[in-house]
């Protein structure tokens, strides 16, 4: 959406995306949010601001289960009679070869049953500007641009999983912030003498920049609870 009236001009944009990935469980979700305005509030003043800003939610589970998949035996079956998985494939009694084991590896469908990655970001980025035009040939302009992102990354791996192998369960998370903001600040001035002319220019900056990260992760976490509740871990906690 976008137009004018009179002297502000206004555009701003919505955007959705959501996209499955070639294996269950492997989907991304993002929204973004675009908008700007710019104004002449009168001759000597102008002003604008403009706002970009998106959320991301991208789940999958453990890489292993598929380079799992790629290793194992083409001739591993990997349901029995009944139709429940079997968590060794490759071991001798379950591929019918006496002794001759082919590999204790998991099951990789056992993963995507029992594992759960998920990273979440959101970020936003903002400019607003002042112009002022106090007399002829002289401009002074400030311009103040902050910016935030902020990302969380969790994984759970059950206890039937490549990655656990029928040990304890696994969670983890990881929490990171980051702010910033810069203050631009400019004037010009431009004086003509006859054939000649002089351009001044005068320029001041200022930034911060803050960030915060936080991790945790536990043994023995509950499937339910996943990395949303590690206090109740049985195993380690760090």
């Known amino acids: 959406v976008s137009g004018n009236s009179g002297k502000s001009n206004y555009h701003f944009g919505v955007g959705f995306q959501s996209d499955e990935g ?3 469980n492997d989907d991304l979700q993002r929204f973004n949010l675009k908008g700007a305005v710019d104004t002449q509030i ?5 002003a ?15 890489n292993s289960a598929i380079s799992n998949a790629f290793r194992l ?17 490759g071991k001798a009694e379950n591929l019918g070869t ?11 469908l056992l993963d995507f049953e029992n594992s759960d990655y998920n990273n979440r970001s959101w970020q936003a980025l903002a400019n607003f500007y002042v112009q002022i035009k106090p007399v002829k040939d ?27 192998s029928g040990g304890e369960s696994r969670a983890y998370v990881q929490n990171y912030t980051k ?13 003509k003498l ?6 001044l220019m005068g320029l001041f900056s200022a930034s911060k920049f803050n960030q915060e990260k936080y991790t945790q992760e536990a043994l023995g976490v509950a499937e339910a609870a996943k990395w949303y509740n590690l206090g109740q871990a049985s195993g380690t906690y760090t």
Request: proline share 5%; with cysteine; hydrophobic share 30%.
């Open 179 to 191: 702010f910033s903001w810069t203050w631009d600040n400019q004037i010009d001035y431009n004086l």
């Open 42 to 46: 009168n001759d000597y003043l102008n």
């Open 98 to 108: 006496g002794s001759n084991q082919f590999t204790s590896t998991m099951n990789p």
């Open 138 to 164: 002289l401009s002074l302009k400030s311009t103040f641009s902050p910016s935030l992102y902020s990302t969380r990354n969790a994984q759970f791996e059950g206890s039937n999983t490549a990655a656990r």
């Open 22 to 24: 070639i294996y269950r």
């Open 73 to 89: 035996n083409p001739f591993c079956m990997p349901y029995d009679e009944n139709n429940d998985i079997i968590t060794h494939p």
């Open 194 to 199: 006859g054939d000649h002319s002089v351009n």
């Open 48 to 62: 604008g601001i403009s706002v970009n800003a998106a959320h991301t939610n991208h789940s999958t589970v453990d």
